[in-house]
């Protein structure tokens, strides 16, 4: 009945200057996965370590 994989979206969120740069979607079947991705942050324009934020 339930689907085996439930998505939601979520904010790649940036560590430094916390400016949310991204949206995505995540399979949360097997709890809140916490990643942690380098990604380019538009604010400072560089490089930065962000992070998942559930809405
Ligand atoms: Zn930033």
Redo the contacts with the bound molecule.
Sequence with gaps: MAKKSKREYVWLE?S??N?R?YRTEVSVAEGAPKLELKKF?K??RKR?VHKLRRK
Excluded: D, K, L
């Design positions: 940036c430094e200057c400016a740069n942050c604010a400072e930065t």
